[in-house]
């Protein structure tokens, strides 16, 4: 598979054979190998920008294009690691290079003897793809910082390379402060626990020679805990210490991973690149690429949900503390309470519990339904596949598709499911290498996807369970990864998710969410661990009633995450100081929020997608790309009532594929999204999708 015998071969990271060599790259080859492509990449670049060098399209992409890529391909295996498989040395190698890389790609966004070369090209002379790459990389030239001189742009390169750095730094407080937790407990404690997570607990706790239960606040520990042991100070003890992670309230040597002050010099940072770049704010910086036209008319748009959406949350606060007075002798919920309140009251209610239905969702068995809609609707095959990896849970497959040519390679993709300690949490889909056909070669190099989840293990030799929201969850992923993977798109720069205005990315992970509740689909992806029998209709219908259960207060919830986040980037000063942002965030609970947590809590000290993941006055998009995937997804229900069968409809799957999967970003989204339903977006499907039509 790889030419292990190439000179490259000494550090798996100068290997560019085939695939990562994962099961080969240690914290001491990060250095050399970032070191010798950063080399080739800057000489690549003062070549192109020589003056005598013609402003051809192909031709800098041959010489500037290839050796960036292989940067970028190298760093993302290290930055993929330092992400699933963080120990201090590699953290170390990691920080080392990171501002080095960041330094590169600062000065080749904002180089203007590289700008000079594209603004000479003639986009007219481009196929729709390169024009489109052009485009983008007009106005990437732009915001990073190329129109700059002198002291201006010396300043602005020094605020990416800091801003990285403190990214990484407040991703990693998050992630030690986390792991840093631990709570051991006798099973008395655990009364109302169920089963598989005493038995992962107390196997945790063994494995350290411990007696007893591990409780930490991983989420496949947390979460259950909050929502089903009786016990409420335990609830408490937990709940406190998730809510104040990184943060100067939490208790005693877990206030070393504080974030408050990185928080406020980002902001700053963030504030001061906007003004140098001619813009109010970041939020304006940071809307240029997306769908949305202004922070004004994203913030009316939260706020006309948050509007719709009240109602309901205020009466789903109603029957919950009628319920918990009633049945629960609780006239006086505290925080650690609602999770405990609301699982309780949906049993009742639905006479269901998330419990009774993880048994029916076996990890294989979800897994071979998802492959079976896929290769269903988008017409392909999923087959395992070998490759090096960096850890024995994870495993890589490749998805074909059967042509007039014959069997051809569409994509591959690393499924790493189980959560463990060095392994940030939450999930997340990231790229390999994209699809491009190589200016080097001229061979179509085929796209590779990572697939990230953070699911409880199995114990006693049987496999993983997974609650519905982590079936979800999966679906969810594994939308991102054909985005990436079902591209049809040559060029690099706008192949699958690359080009694709952030606010519309979460478009086809939040469609592949809704086949998750359709019953023709989820009977084929369902087998009780113990009996093997697929999960009964009357439970499917009862998690169908359920469905919607308290979703006034979950839309709440991501209208406050959001608006906080836009009004946070748009202060016409930057919130520097803690008190500042906790002030912000309070005035915007009081008006969009109908449950208030302690004041001890502190959700911006972990709210890892704004301050360390790219999602910077963006957090809005999953709300956002939701209007458009329930309208893409009303499209198969129509289908569906036509025809009288599934929505699994394979021509619909197709005319979907075509106009928003194989397009990527070779269009903007709205041009994409209009191929597909034939009109704009309406909000109404997503209104009648969650119970608020």
Excluded at 306 to 331: I, T, V
Excluded at 399 to 408: A, H, L, S, V, Y
Excluded at 435 to 460: I, K, S, Y
Excluded at 678 to 684: C, F, K, L, N
């Amino acid at each position: 598979m790889n030419d292990r015998s190439a000179p490259s071969a000494l550090n798996p990271l100068l290997d560019f054979g085939d695939l990562p060599l994962f099961d080969a790259i240690t914290p001491a080859t990060v250095g050399p190998a970032i070191d010798s492509l950063l080399q080739a990449a800057s000489a690549a670049l003062e070549v192109v920008t020589a003056p005598d060098f013609p402003s051809d399209w192909t031709r800098i992409s041959l010489t500037l294009d290839v050796p960036a890529e292989r940067l970028s391909r190298a760093w993302g295996a290290v930055n993929h690691l330092n992400g699933v498989a963080d120990t201090p040395e590699l953290r170390a190698a990691y920080n080392e290079a990171l501002p080095k890389v960041t330094e590169f790609w600062t000065r080749l966004g904002a180089d203007e003897r590289l700008y000079a070369k594209y603004k000479a090209m003639d986009p007219t002379a481009l196929n729709a793809e390169q024009a489109r790459a052009h485009h983008n990389a007009m106005r990437g030239f732009v915001l990073g910082g190329a129109d700059l001189q002198g002291e201006a742009k010396t300043r602005f390169a020094w605020l990416q390379e800091r801003q990285a750095e403190l990214g990484q730094k407040f991703s990693e407080n998050a992630l030690d402060a986390t792991d840093a937790f631990a709570l051991y407990v006798d099973r008395a404690e655990l009364a109302g626990v169920p089963e598989d997570v005493i038995q992962s607990t107390a196997a945790a706790a063994q494995a350290e020679g411990k007696t007893g239960h591990k409780l930490t606040l991983k989420m496949p520990c947390y979460l259950p805990v909050m929502q089903f042991a009786h016990s409420s100070p335990l609830r408490e003890q937990l709940y406190r210490a998730y809510a104040t992670r990184a943060s100067d309230q939490a208790a005693g040597d877990a206030a070393k991973f504080d974030n408050t002050a990185i928080m406020g010099e980002l902001l700053a940072l963030r504030h001061e690149e906007a003004r140098l770049l001619g813009y109010r704010h970041y939020a304006d910086v940071s809307l240029v690429p997306k769908m949305a036209e202004s922070p004004e008319q994203v913030i009316t748009f939260l706020r006309d949900l948050a509007a719709k959406a009240r109602p309901h949350a205020e009466k789903d606060l109603a029957d919950l503390r009628s319920f918990a007075a009633s049945e629960l002798g609780l006239n006086d919920p505290q925080a650690w309470d609602w999770p405990y309140i609301g699982e309780k009251l949906k049993e009742a209610r639905y006479a269901f519990s998330e419990q009774e239905v993880k048994p029916y969702f076996t990890a294989p068995k979800v897994l071979a339904g998802l492959f079976q809609i896929v290769e269903t609707l988008f017409e392909v095959a999923i087959r395992r596949d070998q490759a090096p990896v960096w850890n024995p849970g994870v495993e890589f497959y490749r998805i074909e598709r059967t042509g007039p040519k014959g069997t051809e390679l569409v994509g591959q993709f690393y499924l790493d499911p189980a959560a463990r300690t060095g392994k940030r949490g939450g999930a997340w889909m990231d790229d390999v290498r994209a699809r491009w056909l190589r200016p080097d070669t001229g061979t179509l190099q085929t796209p590779v996807a990572h697939l990230v989840c953070n699911f409880a293990e199995g114990v006693n030799g049987k496999p993983a369970l997974l609650t519905h929201d982590d079936v979800i969850t999966l679906f969810h992923e594994f939308g991102h990864g054909l985005h990436h993977m079902l591209t049809q798109v040559n060029e690099r720069d706008v192949s699958g998710i690359s080009g694709v205005e952030w606010d519309a990315v979460e478009l086809p992970s939040q469609f592949m969410e809704n086949f998750c509740w359709e019953w023709d689909v989820l009977k084929h992806m369902t087998a009780h661990v113990d009996t093997g029998e697929p999960l009964p209709r009357a439970l499917f219908d009862k998690m169908l009633a359920a469905k919607n259960y308290q979703s006034g207060l979950q839309t709440l919830r991501q209208v406050e995450f959001s608006l906080f986040d836009m009004l946070l980037h748009s202060l016409p000063e930057p919130a520097t100081s803690g008190a500042a942002i906790l002030a912000l965030q309070q005035q915007v609970r009081d008006e969009v929020a109908v449950l208030q947590p302690p004041a001890y809590s502190r959700t911006p000290h972990t709210f890892s997608h704004i301050f360390a993941g790219g999602y910077s006055a963006g957090y809005y998009s999953y709300k956002w790309a939701e209007v458009l995937s329930a309208d893409a997804y009303a499209a198969f229900e129509e289908a569906a009532r036509q025809n009288g069968h599934s929505t699994l409809d394979v021509a619909t799957g197709r005319r979907y594929r075509q106009a928003i999967l194989e397009a990527g970003g070779s269009r903007p989204a709205m041009e994409s999204f209009k191929a597909f339903r034939g009109r704009e977006p309406s909000i109404d499907a997503l209104l009648r999708h969650q119970g608020m039509a």
